[in-house]
């Protein structure tokens, strides 16, 4: 697609559900991050995939926040047992690692979790 | 510790006024910089990007920016603000090797007529 494509753009659920948010990153990107973006915190980065290389885990906060990336393109952050300080943007970015437009990464629009 | 630091946390500017926007960060590696504009309910847009060469780089919608490196400093300029550039910036620091970016808190910009 043109742009990154995160869904669903806003997501309401009840504390102690699971919650599944996709981004699809910009074709051809080889790099993917995820970025919580919470009132007063700025940025907070989760979770990146380079290629094929082991995904940088270190900035999920809790075991209850997970990742994947199936065939180097759609990527899925899950979050279990949702708590109210979950409550967030959830922010997508791809970036491609050669080239002119190395290391620059472009946004989605985000998901908007709230959790009740 | 790497960080990024933009001491303004609101800034109002009249129409047609210049505008500068601070930024400094902590940073280990060479720094590679960037501004992005968040508008309400949307995504990250980027501005202007430094990776190296001339420290002063030029953006979209007539913004620039200047690396210091002495100063660490990284500000966002732009010499006459329109309405439509009410929005959040945030400056951000990353590395050649792509990792994640570390970003500032941002600095909201309301414009005043």
């Known amino acids: 697609g043109a742009g990154v494509s995160q869904s669903p753009s806003n997501k309401v659920t009840e504390k102690g559900k699971d919650v599944e948010l996709r981004c699809d990153p910009i074709?051809?990107?080889?790099?993917l991050y995820w970025y919580r973006q919470s009132l007063g915190q700025g940025l907070e980065f989760l979770i990146y995939?380079?290629?094929?290389?082991?995904?940088?885990k270190s900035g999920l906060p809790s075991d209850r926040f997970s990742a994947e990336r199936t065939g180097g393109s759609v990527s899925t952050l899950t979050i279990q047992r949702t708590q109210q300080e979950d409550s967030a943007v959830y922010l997508c970015?791809?970036?491609?690692?050669?080239?002119?437009?190395?290391?620059?990464?472009?946004f989605g629009a985000g998901t908007r979790l709230s959790v009740l | 510790a790497q960080s990024v630091t933009q001491p303004d946390i609101h800034i109002t500017v009249s129409e047609g006024a210049s505008l500068e926007l601070r930024c400094n960060y902590s940073?280990?590696?060479?720094?590679?910089l960037f501004w992005y504009v968040q508008s309400p309910g949307q995504g990250l847009q980027l501005l202007l990007k430094y990776f190296s060469g001339d420290t002063l780089v030029q953006g979209i919608k007539g913004f620039e920016a200047e690396f210091k490196r002495s100063q660490s400093s990284f500000n966002l300029r732009k010499p006459s603000v329109h309405w439509s550039d009410a929005a959040e910036y945030f400056c951000a620091v990353g590395d050649q090797a792509g990792t994640a970016l570390i970003f500032g808190k941002g600095t909201t910009l309301s414009v005043s007529s």
């Open positions: 940073y280990g590696a060479t720094p590679y």
């Open positions: 995939f380079q290629g094929n290389s082991a995904p940088d």
């Open positions: 970015a791809s970036s491609l690692l050669s080239g002119r437009a190395k290391n620059i990464q472009y």
């Open positions: 074709s051809g990107h080889t790099a």
